[in-house]
């Protein structure tokens, strides 16, 4: 079940824990031999590095009484070697999760484990939808409502997502008093900052026809997404109907609500639009993360260029 070198770096009581944990994995999790031998490396990992640390095969006494600076240690050791943030990340995991089992079986409890931080892992932007996808969205998302009224609410709130490119909780935050297409978008951002969003007539369009459909009476401070009984919409919904799109029309498992923005900004890009615009529109504190999206776009250029150009 677990390697023989991983059992001679413990002393008898951890390694006669650490095969039953090994058992469990498989017998009753049944876990894939792929993440049997990731977790084995990473504990293998963990324990040879308390072996050093203490100079001794660790027990399970000893493992009760680590503190979060000799985990943090063990996470700057992986650091120097060289591993990525995933791979210190999905170590922590593992070993978490030996820790909450033999915290479960009455093994042993050690308050520290659960302290220790997670490295921080960078952010993957959404991937952009095809124009064509998009589209696809926008006219498919009235479908299968129960009541029509919603289906139109739906439809309106991604061609805002869409045609602004306004995250999904500025939109569902928005109220009656914040329309006002002529002067634009009154939206509240992160961190309170608040700024006027330009809107396109087919946005303007989109909401004024679920707004007429709305069976709820409009109030200056009601909020203009609506759910079933005329509360605020909760955002769960509209991540079911882009489910429901995606198995549908074969879409890609990046389509979300953040992924309508992240298109919107994409698609400007592609048709020539000036970055600090769309700084501007999306809200961004800081032009480095809008430059992210032209991370992505330049992959998508360099293709291009690569085809077209007679060299290439």
């Not at 390697?3 to 017998?27: G, H, V, Y």
């Not at 809200?283 to 293709?303: C, F, K, P, W």
Request: proline residues 4%.
């Amino acid at each position: 079940m677990v390697s023989d070198s991983l059992i001679l770096k413990c002393a008898p009581d951890l390694a006669e824990t650490l095969q039953n944990w090994f058992r469990m994995l498989n017998n009753e999790k049944f876990a894939s031999p792929h993440t049997i031998r990731a977790y084995e490396a990473d504990l293998g990992h963990f324990i040879n590095f308390l072996s050093q640390h203490y100079g001794e095969a660790p027990n399970l006494a000893r493992l009760a009484d680590i503190r979060i600076s000799d985990y943090r240690s063990w996470l700057s050791k992986r650091t120097m070697e060289g591993n990525a943030a995933t791979s210190r990340a999905r170590a922590l995991s593992g070993v978490k999760s030996f820790y909450k089992w033999m915290d479960r079986q009455g093994i042993l409890h050690n308050p520290h484990i659960g302290l220790v931080r997670s490295p921080k892992l960078p952010r993957k932007l959404p991937k952009a939808l095809g124009q064509g996808q998009a589209f696809t969205v926008l006219e498919e998302s009235a479908g299968n409502a129960i009541e029509e009224w919603q289906g139109l609410r739906d439809q309106a709130l991604l061609v805002l997502l869409y045609g602004c490119g306004l995250r999904i909780a500025e939109a569902l935050n928005l109220k009656i008093k914040d329309l006002s297409f002529e002067e634009g978008l009154r939206v509240m951002g992160k961190g309170g900052k608040e700024r006027l969003v330009p809107v396109l007539p087919q946005v303007k369009e989109a909401i004024q026809i679920y707004r007429a459909a709305c069976p709820y009476p409009e109030e200056r401070e009601r909020f203009v997404f609506l759910g079933a009984r005329g509360d605020k919409m909760n955002q769960s919904i509209i991540q079911r109907k882009l489910r429901q799109l995606r198995m549908q029309h074969d879409l890609p498992e990046t389509t979300t609500p953040h992924a309508m923005r992240h298109s919107f900004a994409t698609h400007l890009l592609q048709n020539g639009a000036n970055l600090r615009e769309i700084q501007e529109l999306l809200g961004h504190a800081s032009i480095s993360t809008t430059q992210r999206y032209t991370d992505v776009n330049m992959t998508e250029l360099l293709a291009v260029h690569k085809k077209a150009h007679p060299r290439g």
